[in-house]
């Protein structure tokens, strides 16, 4: 199975930051990575997929880079409905894991 | 627009079964593979399952395999998911999720539907 390692697992930012958010693969996945954003007692919802193609509706300060085994989630100017926790997951094969999450929170 | 709606989650004591449906609908259901997603709580995100549009593929997470089995009606636009031998470490909500095309791998998940809790417990 691929291990997908996310860090740091929380953070403390503040509204206007620039914040960024790593996953690392236990192998290569090229660049099947999809990153998604939870909020409490919400189902996760999609923000980037391929590694760095933002799904439509999400704004554009969020933004995905990487490929191999190394990728980014970044926010550039974080805003207040953004505090929630990031989850990555491969999708390069079966079974497809995810992160264990990212928490942002107010500072 | 594409929803999904999960039920038939509740309370079962180990050893026991459950089948959890998800009813699909602004989308051609058949065109697309789904999963079954679970969240422990407090917990991250650990697929679970997922089964291609025609049926005819299906996978499954170690943790469950054999003891779980994935299904789909398209003529019912409902996917299903048949757990039995329940274990407290089941205990979770489960989102079913659609994938973004037929087949499995090489996709993302969106949307996700509100997810149905299972506990298990004596």
């Known amino acids: 199975d691929i291990q997908m390692t996310q860090s740091p697992s929380s953070l403390s930012a503040s509204v206007g930051d620039r914040v960024t958010i790593t996953c690392r693969a236990s192998?290569?996945?090229?660049?099947?990575l999809n990153w998604y954003q939870q909020k409490p007692g919400k189902a996760p919802k999609l923000l980037i997929y391929?590694?760095?193609s933002l799904r439509g509706g999400v704004p554009s300060r969020f933004s995905g880079s990487g490929s191999g085994t190394d990728f980014t989630l970044t926010i550039s100017s974080l805003q207040p409905e953004d505090f929630a926790t990031y989850h990555c997951?491969?999708?390069?094969?079966?079974?497809?894991?995810f992160g264990q999450g990212t928490k942002v929170e107010i500072k | 627009e594409v929803q999904l709606l999960e039920s038939g989650g509740g309370l079962v004591q180990p050893g026991g079964s459950l089948r959890l449906s998800c009813a699909a609908s602004?989308?051609?259901?058949?065109?697309?593979?789904m999963s079954w997603v679970r969240q422990a709580p407090g917990k991250g995100l650990e697929w679970v399952s997922a089964?291609?549009?025609?049926?005819?593929?299906?996978n499954y997470a170690d943790s469950v395999k054999g003891r779980f089995t994935i299904s789909r009606d398209n003529s019912k636009n409902t996917l299903y998911l048949q757990m039995n031998s329940l274990r407290a470490e089941d205990t979770a909500l489960y989102y079913c999720?659609?994938?973004?095309?037929?087949?499995?791998?090489?996709?993302?998940?969106?949307?996700w539907g509100q997810g149905t809790l299972v506990t298990v417990s004596s």
């Open positions: 999720a659609k994938e973004q095309t037929k087949y499995q791998l090489y996709n993302w998940f969106d949307p």
């Open positions: 391929g590694a760095s």
């Open positions: 192998q290569s996945i090229s660049t099947y």
């Open positions: 089964i291609s549009g025609s049926t005819d593929s299906t």
């Open positions: 602004g989308f051609t259901f058949s065109s697309f593979a």
């Open positions: 997951q491969q999708s390069f094969s079966i079974p497809y894991t």
